[in-house]
């Protein structure tokens, strides 16, 4: 059984070949997010591989879902060449906007789209437990209610105003009532 792209991005113990392949497929999606769709011809000239190399890594990241051919693109003679891009629904980014007396809460899709936002939900933003529950039961609601699994975000990024350690993420006004020994 073969593992899909996100098996084969946490695997800790990949080496050879297997870490080869997967750093290559993290270059084509990254390719993808920064420039935006592309050829196998145009693949090959970015990565430096030769096309049956880029047909087997797109082919790989479309049996995962995470990669669609997009149609075809312009040709000035010959056969138009096959287009691929980011599926929208393979992937979602959250990002949370954390306010004193409410949150923005926003989704967007593997390819940058918004594709939900609620603003200025009510929320009391406090330094306790209770408050840090209320963040995670609202955030989780919002993941739960727009109905995608969670294994498909991505990523999730919080503002949270006051002082922060811009290295470790350390909030030093919110969310510190733990005690540390």
């Known amino acids: 059984m073969t593992r899909t792209f996100f098996e084969e991005l946490s695997n800790e113990s990949a080496t050879g070949v297997a870490y080869k392949n997967v750093?290559?497929?993290?270059?084509?999606?990254?390719?993808?997010?920064?420039?935006?769709?592309?050829?196998?011809?145009?693949f090959c000239k970015e990565l430096n591989?030769?096309?049956?190399?880029?047909?087997s890594l797109l082919n790989e990241l479309?049996?995962?879902g995470l990669v669609q051919e997009q149609g075809k693109e312009g040709s000035s003679g010959g056969r138009r060449p096959n287009?691929?891009?980011?599926?929208?629904?393979?992937?979602?980014f959250l990002g949370i906007d954390v306010k004193q007396q409410h949150i923005n809460i926003g989704l967007t899709d593997?390819?940058?789209n918004l594709?939900?936002?609620?603003?200025?939900?009510?929320?009391?933003?406090r330094?306790?437990?209770?408050?840090l529950?209320?963040?995670?039961r609202l955030i989780n609601h919002f993941i739960k209610e727009f109905g995608i699994p969670k294994e498909k975000i991505l990523g999730i990024g919080i503002n949270l105003s006051g002082r922060i350690n811009h290295t470790t993420g350390y909030s030093y006004s919110f969310f510190i009532f733990m005690k540390t020994p």
């Open 110 to 112: 593997f390819q940058k």
């Open 49 to 55: 591989l030769s096309p049956p190399k880029v047909n």
């Open 115 to 125: 594709v939900r936002l609620v603003e200025r939900h009510p929320y009391e933003l």
């Open 62 to 64: 479309m049996q995962d």
């Open 127 to 131: 330094n306790d437990k209770e408050s």
């Open 23 to 42: 750093n290559l497929k993290k270059r084509v999606l990254s390719y993808f997010a920064n420039v935006g769709n592309a050829t196998i011809a145009e």
């Open 133 to 136: 529950d209320e963040l995670c």
């Open 83 to 92: 287009l691929y891009g980011l599926r929208p629904d393979s992937g979602f």
